[in-house]
């Protein structure tokens, strides 16, 4: 089983500052890799899908980056809206198995 | 608009059964794989189980395996998730998901909670 470690586990920063979110997996993840966006009390939302794709109604600021082990969530510029908790999301090959980071809490410092 | 909507939530003992359902609207059901997810208070997400938009195939994650079922109904337009021999630790809020190429979660329901305790 491909284990997912994000970091930090907390991130402390500032509207409008950049925020870089870590996801490594403990091998080499050969399917693409997805970020959710959940706020307190919702249900998780998609952000970006195959690694670098932003999905439906995400703003730009938003990217995604990574292959093999390391992969990365960019918000260039933080908005007020942008503080909640992010997970990342990988399927292993055969049989399709699914397993998610642990997350990261992007507060407001 | 897309939107999925679970029902069936609710308090059981340990040992108990319950059936969760979710409804969808607002695309074509019968053409995308289905996923429930939980979370269990103050947690992380885990998956718990896909089944492929014709029914035949279906996966779930070892800690519900030959304890929960998921089913669908394509003329209904419902995924349900039969869940039996309830243990303290299925404890959190199901959400029900539409499948991404079987590669990501996308849409989600607003999820419906399940508690198992004495």
């Known amino acids: 089983e491909i284990v997912l470690t994000q970091s930090p586990a907390i991130l402390s920063l500032s509207p409008g500052e950049r925020a870089t979110l870590s996801c490594r997996a403990s091998?080499?993840?050969?399917?693409?890799l997805a970020w959710y966006q959940q706020k307190p009390g919702q249900a998780p939302r998609l952000l970006i899908y195959?690694?670098?794709n932003r999905a439906t109604g995400i703003p730009a600021r938003f990217s995604g980056s990574g292959s093999g082990t390391d992969f990365t969530l960019t918000i260039s510029s933080l908005e007020p809206d942008d503080f909640a908790l992010y997970y990342c999301?990988?399927?292993?090959?055969?049989?399709?198995?699914?397993?998610f980071g642990q997350g990261t809490k992007l507060e407001m410092k | 608009q897309v939107q999925l909507v679970e029902s069936g939530g609710g308090a059981v003992q340990p040992g108990g059964s319950l059936r969760l359902s979710c409804a969808a609207s607002?695309?074509?059901?019968?053409?995308?794989?289905m996923h429930w997810v939980r979370q269990a208070p103050g947690k992380g997400l885990e998956w718990v189980a896909f089944?492929?938009?014709?029914?035949?195939?279906?996966y779930y994650a070892d800690s519900v395996k030959g304890r929960f079922t998921i089913s669908r109904d394509n003329s209904n337009n419902t995924v349900f998730l039969e869940m039996k021999t309830l243990k303290t630790e299925d404890t959190g809020v199901y959400f029900c998901?539409?499948?991404?190429?079987?590669?990501?979660?996308?849409?989600w329901g607003q999820g419906t909670l399940v508690s198992v305790s004495s």
């Open positions: 998901a539409g499948d991404g190429f079987e590669d990501w979660f996308d849409p």
């Open positions: 607002g695309f074509v059901f019968s053409n995308y794989g």
């Open positions: 089944i492929r938009s014709d029914e035949n195939d279906k």
């Open positions: 091998q080499s993840v050969s399917s693409y």
């Open positions: 195959a690694t670098s």
């Open positions: 999301q990988q399927r292993t090959s055969w049989p399709p198995v699914y397993s």
